[in-house]
């Protein structure tokens, strides 16, 4: 009998001898050799350097070796070298430009690691999930993030900083225009829901802080009722407090950059010398009356409609001028959920 078939020879063991291996890693194409054993993770680790994918279970139950390999989000430990031949594989390395991924920043933002271990796999699982759907529920969240094992942070960290980072995102593409749903509403923390639609009620956060504790919302006008609800319960000091907030119609006043957006939508902005005198003296017998500024919703008015009602507002009794801009307060929080949330 030959012995020597049965003897291992490493050259032309079909275990050990190379594989040729080509590869575009982050941008960058490769011409590797590799044994056909080798995983796609040991290759990235070991023969590119990039280390910023992690090892961890080394059976694909953990996502610490997450990255993405053809678009899909795939656990490199889980990948034979052979597999991986002319794909193109993003790592965590490969997500920046110049600046931090915004996935990233809201990491660091918002705590969302302690050791850190687990964070490039959970990063690389929030890019795949918002490159398919860029406003997800926090249904859609967790159930993304279902395989990928964190041991230090109890995931609050980690759900707040992809909000965060979906708020960023969409925020850069769409600015307001487009707005929130309001699934992405209701999965906002409250600090982020707070700065999110307590511009509704002019500088009157106290709204927004209540209404996140009502949530979630079915609907943006769910989310509108809770918020008039909580401000017709409210002390009268507070509603007095809501109207003086706001700033003097036409006088350019204390205006937030959403007021002076939306007067100067209808010219508020750029009244001749005679209108603003007019303005300024109406304004003036109308504070003298009622101790708060005028306020009316000027979404589709003329200069000509709010300086007549006005007039005729003055002719009020207290109690009656009072309910009756508690009804603009509406108005204008309404127009301005509108606009913010689809
Ligand atoms: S190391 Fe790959 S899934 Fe855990
Ligand atoms: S931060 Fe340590 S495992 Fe997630």
Redesign the pocket.
């Given at each position: 009998m030959d012995m020597n078939k049965f003897v291992h020879n490493p050259a032309t063991s079909p275990i050990t001898s190379k594989k040729e291996l080509s590869i575009e890693v982050n941008r960058v194409n490769y011409h590797l050799h590799v044994t056909p054993t080798s995983r796609l993770?040991d290759i990235l680790r070991e023969d590119l350097g990039l280390t910023g994918t992690?090892?961890?279970?080394?059976?694909?139950?953990?996502?610490?070796?997450?990255i993405q390999m053809n678009d899909q989000l795939v656990?490199?430990?889980?990948v034979m070298a052979y597999q991986a031949n002319n794909t193109s594989i993003c790592t965590i390395e490969g997500i920046a430009d110049e600046d931090l991924h915004p996935i990233q920043r809201a990491f660091l933002e918002e705590g969302g690691f302690q050791c850190g271990y687990c964070t490039p796999?959970m990063i690389m699982a929030v890019k795949s999930l918002l490159a398919k759907n860029s406003n997800p529920t926090g249904e859609q969240i967790g159930e993304s993030l279902s395989?990928n094992?964190c041991r230090c942070t109890g995931y609050g960290g980690i759900i707040r900083a992809v909000q965060s980072a979906i708020l960023t995102m969409n925020k850069k593409e769409t600015k307001r225009d487009v707005g929130f749903s309001i699934e992405n509403v209701n999965s906002m923390s409250k600090d982020m829901f707070v700065s999110e639609v307590g511009w509704v009620f002019e500088h009157s956060p106290w709204v927004a802080e209540k209404a996140w504790e009502s949530g979630p919302f079915q609907t943006r006008e769910e989310l509108l009722k809770t918020m008039i609800r909580i401000v017709q319960n409210a002390e009268g000091s507070s509603q007095l407090a809501l109207f003086r907030a706001h700033p003097d119609l036409g006088t350019k006043l204390k205006m937030s950059e959403v007021s002076k957006k939306e007067q100067g939508d209808i010219g508020l902005d750029s009244l001749s010398q005679e209108e603003f005198t007019q303005f300024v003296s109406l304004n003036k017998s109308y504070v003298e009356k009622f101790g708060f500024p005028f306020i009316m919703a000027v979404k589709g008015q003329s200069k000509e409609a709010i300086l007549s009602a006005m007039v005729e507002r003055l002719k009020l009794s207290y109690e009656e001028e009072c309910d009756t801009a508690l009804n603009e307060v509406y108005k204008i929080a309404s127009f301005r959920l509108n606009d913010s949330i689809r």
């Open positions: 993770v992690k090892i961890s279970c080394e059976i694909g139950r953990c996502g610490a070796c997450a656990n490199s430990c889980l796999g395989g094992l």
